[in-house]
């Protein structure tokens, strides 16, 4: 993945200026098209403080023709972008208007990769990851303009190291105790270190499913969780 830095770079508003979050009020990756030919991080944010008069960019991500991501905001910064569900959301833009043309196939690995790498990181299934159509009130919004069954299915597990027992760190730690947590098995910290309480918590939740009970998640239990 080739990502740009453009954080403290673009233009934003002279006054104006977004609203924060902490990372665990993001429940969403929202995936837009830019519905114009061609554009950039630079002219978008232009657009939306020149002429909409937003505080900077709409999005976190924004992602060129060949696959080049530009970073635009922190996750925590609540930029506009999906209405009513900005504040639980982190949107990713594609170059291009996907109504008359396709994404580029580099565009789309990186839009894939972006979107598993923030998976991680966030603790967020593919079912959280939305066009901008599927948010509430925008089912008249064609945006993306492709298929998202199609993209969440390159989602599925791809890339994902199957095999987590005690002594194992991570993301995908932290993504399987947030899961054991909403699922009410009390796995501790959600620290990311596969520690004796998240094992006696997989073990509860591998009894309850009916399944191989080892205290390892391995394909079968994660399929089960996610
Ligand atoms: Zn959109």
Redesign the pocket.
Known sequence: MKITDKRTALPVHGTRRYRQRTQRQIQFIAL?HSATVSGSAEAFAAYHVNQLGWPGIGYHYVIDKKGGISWCHPLETISY?VGRSNGAAVGICLVGDFRQERPQPAQRTAAVELTKSLMNELGITKEKVLG?QEFPGYQW?D??AFSMSDFRRELTNAGLKLLFSRGATGPEVKAIQQRLKELGYSPGPIDGIFGPQTAAAVIRFQQQAGITVDGIVGPETWGRLF
Do not use: L
Request: proline residues 17%.
């Open positions: 837009h972008h901008h919004k945006c993306p």
